[in-house]
Antibody, heavy 119, light 111 residues
Framework: QVQLVESGGGLVKPGGSLRLSCVAS????????MSWIRQAPGKGLEWVSY????????NYADSVKGRFTISRDNAKNSLYLQMNSLRAEDTAVYYC????????????WGQGTLVTVSS | QSALTQPASVSGSPGQSITISCTGT?????????VSWYQQHPGKAPKLMIY???NRPSGVSNRFSGSKSGNTASLTISGLQAEDEAAYYC???????????FGGGTKLTVL
């Protein structure tokens, strides 16, 4: 069965950096687009970034452009999100999700990892 | 402010039907058949319930259905059950952004 397991969240000071990881299993990882989606405490969902199956295409929300970098290692079935210059408003649960590029929807989600940006 | 507008809350009694609306523009909901719906229970990850406006993934109950008229998409849940109590989010492709957009979410209460 499809599984996505995120890790790497934690408490970081404003201006700091963090790298999130997501390990996939149960499907051919290299065939699919992947995304990071976040949810601030008590708030709705925000699509943060996506990456194409072979890393050719990436896109970012305006709120994170220039600060976050998405990447993947298909040999390791892994997705990453490098987050720099973190701000308090980046505090959220970050989900990785398998993304259907022909319909812009997310058919499998991880359990999420909490990132807290606070001094 | 979310790009897609959903009611903050809806409620219904067991066995009843409810509909959650998701209003956008011709640049997103109205212009493309790329609307999806997600169910999220407290403390859990979202789960895909509907994709491409009307399609149900394998394993999702046929009590859930999707539709669209103009710039508004709708999720209908028939035969309400206690386990349907959750937050529901719509999402759509948009030509206004390089990424898709979500609605603000609707909290469904089963009375």
């Amino acid at each position: 069965q499809v599984q996505l397991v995120e890790s790497g969240g934690g408490l970081v000071k404003p201006g700091g950096s963090l790298r999130l990881s997501c390990v996939a299993s149960g499907f051919t990882f290299s065939d699919y687009y992947m995304s990071w989606i976040r949810q601030a405490p008590g708030k709705g969902l925000e699509w943060v970034s996506y990456i194409s199956s072979s890393s050719t295409y990436t896109n970012y929300a305006d709120s994170v452009k220039g600060r976050f970098t998405i990447s993947r290692d298909n040999a390791k079935n892994s997705l990453y999100l490098q987050m720099n210059s973190l701000r308090a408003e980046d505090t959220a649960v970050y989900y990785c999700a398998r993304t259907q590029a022909d319909g812009y929807y997310f058919d499998y989600w991880g359990q999420g990892t909490l990132v807290t940006v606070s001094s | 402010q979310s790009a897609l507008t959903q009611p903050a809350s809806v409620s219904g009694s067991p066995g009843q039907s409810i509909t959650i609306s998701c209003t956008g523009t011709s640049s997103d909901v109205g212009g493309y058949n790329y609307v999806s719906w997600y169910q999220q229970h407290p403390g859990k990850a979202p789960k895909l319930m509907i994709y491409d406006v009307t399609n149900r993934p394998s394993g999702v109950s046929n009590r859930f259905s999707g539709s669209k008229s103009g710039n508004t998409a709708s999720l209908t849940i028939s035969g309400l059950q206690a386990e349907d109590e959750a937050a529901y989010y719509c999402s759509s492709y948009t030509s206004s952004s390089t990424l898709g957009v979500f609605g603000g979410g609707t909290k469904l209460t089963v009375l």
